[in-house]
């Protein structure tokens, strides 16, 4: 852990890459988009009024409230905004970043006087720790049931605070391993469908600030974090140690491009691959849902655990469509590409969209073993049937949205809220985020947003 918070603590910002601060600019831009979309959505005015019950010194903006809350407080309900669409960015195998990094690095950079330049540097050097921690564990393929982003993403939450409250590495390595005891999360809130899945990353938030603010007066934590006999790896990842995978090219290569994709539909990653696949075979086809006698999806055991269940919209029906592979096929089949307003409650219950439902089926199959690939077999009327291989979708690294696509997507969700930005004030915010790397201090920004 000495290694990870050194380059935390101590790398400059002049050594981030100029393609990783261009890519972190974009993270900024999409989760600043996803927040100001995601105000409204269920349990959100939750998160918000709760912290304005706890009240406390007016350090940091609630971003699209006003109110000014304590650091933690602020990351926390800000979180939960950036989270609850769950259109957020995400890297394999469910662990979103910038939803935590972005939203605590202007909380705490609000406090700071922060320029944007070294809130560009907090968030990639936070991601790049997370990244490595997050491919090391039992290979960055499962977290065996534990919640990927309140498991390895509290660590990347404290690296942001803590270099911008100037921790040195001594107290980096506390703020880390403090950030380790708050560690964990379930993904049964996602199969679930319980607001749980998007309070995680308020917690995520908020527990990753207060340990670099623990830190920085004095509080220490554990030191022996990741190979410890209770430690990270022993507790997360079966007692293996990658110390390649997590140190090789730390401190120059910084790996938020190659592994976070920036989602272009609003539905949770692991249905990505054939929702995307679906979409474009569909334009090019020109099949309808009149033509489609059955359609079976084929996708791995990982993901198939969290949204291959059949469809049920229970007690939060946004948050059950969000992780439902069967709901998000057939609304693709019935409206057309996915929207976010077809994940509002009253839109899930679409007659038919319901009525579909019947018609698709979502298998397990042993032999994909990413959720970045999958099959379509598509039975159309009269007897024939398609067969589709499907790969990585739209937005991740491998198949990467444009400068272009990312700004039509953040102006599309700053006018989604009860408290939208007009379409001056969201190319105001486009400039001053792409132009990041020379605004002298980051309240200009969130000026513009709280």
């Known amino acids: 852990m000495f290694e990870l918070a050194h380059v935390a603590a101590n790398t400059p910002s002049r050594k981030i890459p100029a393609d990783v601060l261009e890519f972190t600019k974009l993270t900024v831009l999409d989760t600043l988009g996803v927040l100001i979309a995601g105000r409204d959505a269920p349990g959100c005015h939750a998160a918000v009024d709760i912290v304005r019950l706890w009240g406390g010194a007016r350090e940091s903006s609630i971003l699209r409230h006003g109110d000014r809350v304590p650091m933690p407080n602020a990351a926390f309900a800000n979180s939960v905004m950036a989270r609850a669409l769950d259109y957020d960015t995400a890297a394999r195998p469910g662990l979103h970043l910038s939803a935590s990094t972005v939203v605590?690095?202007?909380?705490?950079?609000?406090?700071?006087g922060a320029s944007g330049m070294e809130t560009l540097a907090s968030i990639a050097v936070g991601d790049d720790l997370a990244l490595r921690i997050n491919r090391t564990t039992n290979g960055g393929v499962t977290y065996n049931g534990y919640e990927p982003t309140g498991?390895?993403?509290?660590?990347?939450v404290a690296a942001v605070?803590?270099?911008?409250?100037?921790?040195?590495?001594?107290?980096?390595?506390?703020?880390?391993?403090i950030a380790f005891v708050r560690s964990g999360g379930s993904f049964q809130s996602n199969a679930d469908g319980a607001l749980t899945a998007r309070f995680n990353q308020g917690f995520t938030s908020y527990h990753g600030v207060l340990s670099a603010e623990l830190a920085s007066m004095g509080v220490t934590g554990p030191t022996n974090v990741l190979g410890g006999r209770f430690g990270y790896y022993a507790l997360f990842s079966k007692g293996v140690m990658d110390e390649h995978g997590l140190l090789d090219g730390l401190g120059s290569e910084f790996l938020g491009p190659r592994h976070i994709m920036i989602k272009k539909w609003p539905t949770g990653g692991l249905s990505l691959s054939p929702v995307d696949?679906?979409?474009?075979m569909l334009e090019e086809s020109k099949v309808s849902s009149g033509d489609v006698d059955e359609i079976t999806v084929f996708i791995g055991p990982y993901a198939y655990g969290v949204v291959g269940r059949p469809f049920e919209p229970g007690r939060s029906p946004q948050a059950s469509a969000q992780f439902n592979l069967q709901y998000a096929i057939a609304s693709l089949m019935v409206r057309?590409?996915?929207m976010l307003e077809h994940y509002e409650d009253g839109?899930?219950?679409?007659?038919?969209?319901?009525g579909f439902l019947r018609r698709v089926h979502v298998v397990e199959d042993p032999s994909i073993d990413t959720e970045f690939r999958s099959r379509l077999s598509i039975s159309l009327r009269g007897g024939s049937r398609v067969e589709v291989e499907c790969g990585p979708p739209r937005g991740h690294p491998e198949n990467p949205m444009s400068r272009d696509e990312v700004i039509e997507k953040f102006m599309r969700n700053a006018r989604r809220s009860s408290r939208p930005l007009d379409d001056g004030a969201a190319k105001e915010v486009v400039g001053r985020v792409l132009r990041m790397e020379s605004m002298g201090d980051v309240k200009e920004l969130v000026e513009l947003l709280a």
């Open 104 to 112: 605590a690095a202007l909380a705490v950079g609000e406090v700071a």
């Open 347 to 354: 839109a899930v219950l679409h007659d038919g969209v319901l």
């Open 336 to 338: 057309g590409p996915l």
């Open 161 to 177: 605070s803590g270099r911008l409250m100037e921790l040195d590495t001594d107290a980096m390595r506390n703020a880390l391993g």
């Open 277 to 280: 696949c679906l979409t474009r």
């Open 151 to 156: 498991v390895s993403g509290v660590f990347a």
